[in-house]
């Protein structure tokens, strides 16, 4: 039962330096999205998908790209890093609108 | 837009006690998430309501909806220490869920 599953756990990154965040679900869900997660605050959508070829840019996305090549994978690249990325990342899944989302774990990122 | 709000956002209660988080929303949607959160780790999906007049129940917590107010509550009845958590609610709009803030909620033995 691996879900919903995100590598790295743990990143700390330069500022400027860039870093794909993976994202992999076995569920055949075809809505994908990333959240940030500050301390102390509720989720921001990045971006999200809703199927293999089509994403779209949630309430941030500046700062950040996606593709979603396949149905299972949904990698979140961070170009040029800055401090206001520190963050935490969340990858979830949904099998449609309207249906429970199902979390990673979520990579803790620091950029310093 | 859609803004989320939800209160109290931290709750220190004694284990027995019963209480209600509060998660109001700004405009019409047709479905309402409650998620935990334990420190340090990830979400984990507690009610999905779709319909005015929703209620759901899974042990000690119940959640309702009333669209017409747009409102939404998470009942926790006669706590116990394995409750404490962060409860969030999320709204529907569109493609995208708009998130509360959170409340961190602390029962104590």
């Known amino acids: 039962n691996a879900g919903v599953t995100q590598t790295p756990k743990f990143r700390i990154l330069k500022i400027g330096q860039s870093m794909t965040l993976q994202c992999t679900q076995d569920?055949?869900?075809?809505?994908m999205y990333w959240y940030r997660q500050d301390p102390g605050m509720g989720l921001k959508l990045i971006y999200y998908?809703?199927?293999?070829?089509?994403?779209d840019k949630g309430e941030v996305p500046n700062g950040y790209n996606v593709s979603r090549s396949t149905t299972e994978d949904f990698p979140l690249r961070l170009e040029l890093a800055a401090p206001s990325q520190t963050s935490v990342y969340f990858c979830?899944?949904?099998?449609?609108?309207?249906?429970?989302?199902?979390f990673g774990q979520g990579t803790r990122l620091t950029v310093v | 837009e859609l803004k989320v709000e939800q209160n109290p956002l931290f709750l220190s209660m004694q284990e027995g006690k019963n209480y209600t988080i509060y998660c109001n929303y700004s405009?019409?949607?047709?479905?309402l998430y409650w998620y935990r959160q334990d420190p340090g780790k990830s979400l984990e999906s507690l009610f999905v309501?779709?319909?005015n007049g929703a209620v759901k129940q899974e042990g000690r917590l119940m959640a309702s909806l009333d669209t017409k107010a747009r409102l939404s509550t998470l009942h926790i009845t006669a706590a116990v220490h394995d409750l404490s958590a962060t409860y969030f609610c999320?709204?529907?709009?569109?493609?995208?869920?708009?998130w509360g803030a959170g409340t961190k909620l602390i029962i104590k033995p």
């Open positions: 999320a709204v529907g709009s569109n493609y995208q869920l708009i």
């Open positions: 309501l779709l319909s």
């Open positions: 998908s809703v199927g293999a070829g089509i994403t």
């Open positions: 979830a899944s949904s099998s449609e609108r309207g249906t429970e989302a199902f």
């Open positions: 405009t019409t949607s047709d479905r």
């Open positions: 569920m055949n869900h075809n809505y």
